[in-house]
């Protein structure tokens, strides 16, 4: 079964700091999404990166994907309350589905 | 583009009742996935459907079924409501490329929030 862990669960940090996300496996990925999901709504797709060793930059987001693509990360700088949210990684692995991770929720006060 | 739409947004049963619930995918997305949410086991996989055929299934009890009709519509049901039934029921649908196989990028709705009494 294919799993994906992710660290920390909960983050509460004040405006302007940085933070990673962390999203590990012991199985490889074909490919794997970042979502950011608000209260009361579905998840929102980020971005995808599928080929390991990969950084891909969204404003002051910077995801980056592991060499073996076993795992991933996100790097906020300069975190503002807009950021704050559920984030989850999503691997495609062996099947066509998708498999999420257990969820980062990032608190980001003003 | 309108975006994936779900409805309804909110429902109250009680338990033993059976539900259902619809999606309406993005224009031109021919896979539709249904994801239950819940605190304490997070975004679990429950089916996808293509093409009117259930191509993936999670791991949830017989109760939980769904269909998709030939516009991409999808419903789901779920019939003997129990007290942990209870989550938001997310529904996602995705573009297909050529040869069937989903390019895995989901676009969410914003789910229906279920409670079971």
């Known amino acids: 079964t294919q799993l994906l862990e992710q660290s920390p669960q909960f983050l509460s940090i004040q405006e302007g700091e940085n933070l990673t996300v962390y999203c590990n496996s012991s199985?490889?990925?074909?490919?794997l999404q970042w979502y950011r999901q608000e209260p009361g709504e579905g998840p929102v797709l980020l971005v995808t990166?599928?080929?390991?060793?990969e950084v891909k930059k969204l404003k002051r987001l910077t995801f980056q994907f592991g060499d073996a693509r076993k795992d991933s990360s996100l790097h906020i700088t300069a975190a503002q309350p807009g950021d704050t949210g559920l984030y989850l990684c999503a691997g495609a692995g062996n099947t066509d589905k998708l498999i999420f991770g257990t969820g980062t929720r990032l608190q980001v006060f003003p | 583009k309108a975006g994936v739409t779900q409805t309804p947004r909110y429902l109250i049963k009680t338990r033993g009742q059976q539900v259902t619930l619809s999606c309406s995918p993005i224009s031109g997305h021919r896979s539709v996935s249904w994801y239950q949410q819940t605190p304490g086991q997070g975004l679990q996989f429950l089916f996808e459907y293509f093409s009117e055929t259930q191509r993936n299934k999670g791991n949830f009890p017989g109760r939980f079924s769904g269909r998709q009709f030939s516009n991409s519509r999808s419903e789901m049901n779920v019939s003997t409501l129990e007290l942990g039934d209870s989550a938001l029921y997310l529904c996602?649908?995705?573009?297909?490329?050529?040869?069937?196989?989903?390019?895995?990028?989901?676009?969410f709705g914003p789910g229906t929030r279920l409670t079971v009494l």
């Open positions: 199985s490889v990925f074909s490919s």
């Open positions: 996602a649908s995705s573009l297909v490329l050529a040869g069937g196989s989903s390019y895995n990028e989901q676009f």
């Open positions: 990166v599928v080929t390991g060793g």
